[in-house]
């Protein structure tokens, strides 16, 4: 009876401790389904953007092809015919189709009818055909408005549900243009968009090519001008019209999206399966599998705050170049310069905060290839001096405004075997960080030189210098000095372990130790080779 009882007692409590098992786990099972549905959801946000970053490009090259080389091509050929004897007229057509320029000839493909203002009468003449009333009164209209400062116009009519294009520019005759023919421009549109590959090879790395994109191209009226691919996920894809980006060329829109089976060439593990099987199978796990699935939920939180503190690091390092940019985009787009040369101005902060900015993305890139070693140098016998020369030039244009000065000394002659752009970005993050981590009015020394068969690059900045302690620490990655991270400076704590990366996989290394003054001074070192020319002789 005590045995029954005591036996009876275990088996309760046994099950009591089975049931709390299955219970904990399928809460930690709930969880886990809700984290991969939200995986899914950020994973297919991804491919919107990504898709949305593919319509962009469309719009640009379509705008590119057909404004540059189509319209202003024949805004020009229009101004020199009107300067001919007997100006613009029913031979102007003839005249730029048989153009000796072959220029000029191809962007006359586009034209379907030639209209100028008669100098005589003052009516809208055109040369062949005639559209309907209401295009030609909207359009007589459209021409007393204004002139193009850009020169040229694009009025785009919509009638009887079909979209006419038309071209206005000033001519010393007066108001003249074309009308554009829709089976050219369809054309010039597939072969803005087939040109090349569509998505930027630095997101797939040249794995996806445009036959798993799908675009299509639609005009005003809503008629379809171009479809490459097929949507085989049509809740995947996104629209953006032409008047967000270039409404110069074409009012009509722009529908692109990815193909889902080439996800995981541009996020990691693709978009995510389903896991209810295998979540099925946490609640037959044991008490001790599910206290190790605590202690993985523990590493698992530690990993995910190093990541979120990097995430916010890299937001705020993106933040400065973003708002420079859009800042002044804006100011050119709405046209609120002085002077040319103050556009130039603006022009010039845009490029350059596009380079610290495309800069910053090389770094998290080959931060991400580096994790998981998926990313060959092709490495070749190469002078240092023209490689790091090239380097300091551009480096030059980010630092354009601010009171650092940047000396070099490089060496002659010098070769080893490199990859030139992974040495760039040891040299661009070297510099970079000097010119971060220093006071404000400094001199960068970057120093190149051969000593005992070993090429040694030097950058020396005149900051307060790196503790003894941790000059082997902030090659880590995420690792920051503590001074540094209560202070202003944003960093993201990759940009050495990028350079140790890089150089390790070159066959050198790279150290740091003090300069005389007290600033720091990275050093790295590669196997010296022999001249490339010297070998061929």
């Given at each position: 009876?005590?045995?029954?009882?005591?036996?009876?007692?275990?088996?309760?409590?046994?099950?009591?401790?089975?049931?709390?098992?299955?219970?904990?786990?399928?809460?930690?099972?709930?969880?886990?389904?809700?984290?991969?549905?939200?995986?899914?959801?950020?994973?297919?946000?991804?491919?919107?953007?990504?898709?949305?970053?593919?319509?962009?490009?469309?719009?640009?090259?379509?705008?590119?092809?057909?404004?540059?080389?189509?319209?202003?091509?024949?805004?020009?050929?229009?101004?020199?015919?009107?300067?001919?004897?007997?100006?613009?007229?029913?031979?102007?057509?003839?005249?730029?189709?048989?153009?000796?320029?072959?220029?000029?000839?191809?962007?006359?493909?586009?034209?379907?009818?030639?209209?100028?203002?008669?100098?005589?009468?003052?009516?809208?003449?055109?040369?062949?055909?005639?559209?309907?009333?209401?295009?030609?009164?909207?359009?007589?209209?459209?021409?007393?408005?204004?002139?193009?400062?850009?020169?040229?116009?694009?009025?785009?009519?919509?009638?009887?549900?079909?979209?006419?294009?038309?071209?206005?520019?000033?001519?010393?005759?007066?108001?003249?243009?074309?009308?554009?023919?829709?089976?050219?421009?369809?054309?010039?549109?597939?072969?803005?968009?087939?040109?090349?590959?569509?998505?930027?090879?630095?997101?797939?790395?040249?794995?996806?090519?445009?036959?798993?994109?799908?675009?299509?191209?639609?005009?005003?009226?809503?008629?379809?001008?171009?479809?490459?691919?097929?949507?085989?996920?049509?809740?995947?894809?996104?629209?953006?019209?032409?008047?967000?980006?270039?409404?110069?060329v074409f009012t009509g829109s722009v529908e692109t999206s990815i193909d889902p089976k080439v996800a995981d060439q541009l996020i990691?593990?693709?978009?995510?399966?389903?896991?209810?099987?295998?979540?099925?199978?946490?609640?037959?796990?044991?008490?001790?599998?599910?206290?190790?699935?605590?202690?993985?939920?523990?590493?698992?939180?530690?990993?995910?705050?190093?990541?979120?503190?990097?995430?916010?690091?890299?937001?705020?390092?993106?933040?400065?170049?973003?708002?420079?940019?859009?800042?002044?985009?804006?100011?050119?787009?709405?046209?609120?310069?002085?002077?040319?040369?103050?556009?130039?101005?603006?022009?010039?902060?845009?490029?350059?905060?596009?380079?610290?900015?495309?800069?910053?993305?090389?770094?998290?890139?080959?931060?991400?290839?580096?994790?998981?070693?998926?990313?060959?140098?092709?490495?070749?016998a190469r002078e240092l001096a023209p490689v790091i020369s090239e380097v300091l030039a551009n480096f030059e244009l980010l630092i354009?405004?601010?009171?650092?000065?940047?000396?070099?000394?490089?060496?002659?002659?010098?070769?080893?075997?490199?990859?030139?752009?992974?040495?760039?970005?040891?040299?661009?993050?070297?510099?970079?960080?000097?010119?971060?981590?220093?006071?404000?009015?400094?001199?960068?020394?970057?120093?190149?030189?051969?000593?005992?068969?070993?090429?040694?690059?030097?950058?020396?900045?005149?900051?307060?210098?790196?503790?003894?302690?941790?000059?082997?620490?902030?090659?880590?990655?995420?690792?920051?000095?503590?001074?540094?991270?209560?202070?202003?400076?944003?960093?993201?704590?990759?940009?050495?372990?990028?350079?140790?990366?890089?150089?390790?996989?070159?066959?050198?290394?790279?150290?740091?130790?003090?300069?005389p003054a007290g600033g720091a001074r990275f050093i790295v070192e590669l196997p010296a080779v022999m001249s490339p020319e010297l070998?061929?002789?």
């Amino acid at each position: 009876m005590i045995y029954s009882r005591c036996l009876n007692s275990r088996t309760t409590l046994i099950i009591v401790m089975l049931l709390a098992s299955l219970g904990s786990a399928g809460v930690l099972a709930w969880n886990a389904y809700e984290e991969a549905s939200s995986h899914r959801i950020v994973a297919e946000n991804v491919l919107k953007s990504y898709a949305s970053l593919v319509a962009e490009e469309v719009i640009r090259r379509t705008s590119q092809e057909v404004g540059y080389y189509g319209y202003s091509q024949l805004a020009l050929a229009l101004a020199a015919e009107a300067q001919r004897p007997g100006g613009i007229g029913v031979q102007t057509k003839t005249n730029i189709v048989s153009h000796r320029d072959p220029d000029v000839r191809h962007a006359a493909t586009l034209i379907r009818d030639i209209f100028w203002i008669d100098h005589d009468s003052g009516k809208l003449r055109f040369a062949e055909l005639t559209p309907p009333l209401e295009a030609v009164s909207r359009l007589r209209n459209q021409i007393e408005s204004g002139s193009s400062d850009a020169g040229y116009r694009v009025f785009n009519i919509v009638s009887g549900g079909k979209q006419d294009i038309f071209v206005i520019t000033k001519t010393r005759q007066g108001p003249a243009g074309f009308q554009v023919d829709w089976n050219a421009i369809n054309s010039w549109f597939k072969t803005a968009v087939t040109r090349r590959t569509l998505l930027p090879s630095s997101l797939s790395r040249g794995r996806i090519l445009n036959d798993s994109l799908y675009v299509r191209i639609l005009d005003e009226a809503g008629f379809e001008r171009l479809r490459l691919g097929k949507a085989d996920r049509p809740d995947l894809a996104v629209k953006k019209p032409f008047s967000e980006i270039n409404p110069r060329v074409f009012t009509g829109s722009v529908e692109t999206s990815i193909d889902p089976k080439v996800a995981d060439q541009l996020i990691i593990g693709g978009l995510p399966r389903s896991r209810l099987p295998a979540l099925f199978g946490l609640l037959t796990i044991t008490t001790g599998l599910i206290l190790a699935a605590i202690l993985q939920l523990h590493r698992e939180t530690v990993l995910q705050q190093l990541r979120g503190e990097f995430v916010a690091s890299v937001s705020h390092e993106l933040r400065t170049p973003l708002t420079q940019i859009r800042m002044f985009a804006e100011t050119l787009r709405l046209d609120r310069i002085r002077s040319v040369s103050e556009g130039r101005r603006y022009l010039d902060i845009i490029d350059r905060e596009a380079r610290r900015l495309s800069h910053l993305v090389e770094n998290v890139l080959q931060f991400s290839r580096s994790e998981y070693n998926d990313h060959e140098l092709v490495r070749e016998a190469r002078e240092l001096a023209p490689v790091i020369s090239e380097v300091l030039a551009n480096f030059e244009l980010l630092i354009e405004g601010t009171e650092v000065t940047l000396t070099a000394h490089l060496g002659d002659g010098i070769c080893a075997m490199i990859d030139c752009d992974a040495i760039r970005q040891v040299i661009l993050n070297l510099l970079d960080n000097a010119v971060k981590y220093g006071p404000k009015k400094q001199n960068v020394l970057l120093r190149l030189e051969c000593q005992n068969g070993i090429a040694r690059v030097m950058v020396e900045d005149e900051g307060p210098g790196i503790p003894t302690g941790e000059r082997q620490r902030i090659f880590q990655r995420f690792h920051r000095l503590e001074r540094d991270r209560r202070s202003a400076v944003a960093g993201t704590g990759i940009g050495l372990s990028v350079v140790k990366d890089l150089v390790t996989r070159l066959g050198g290394r790279c150290f740091v130790e003090e300069t005389p003054a007290g600033g720091a001074r990275f050093i790295v070192e590669l196997p010296a080779v022999m001249s490339p020319e010297l070998n061929r002789a």
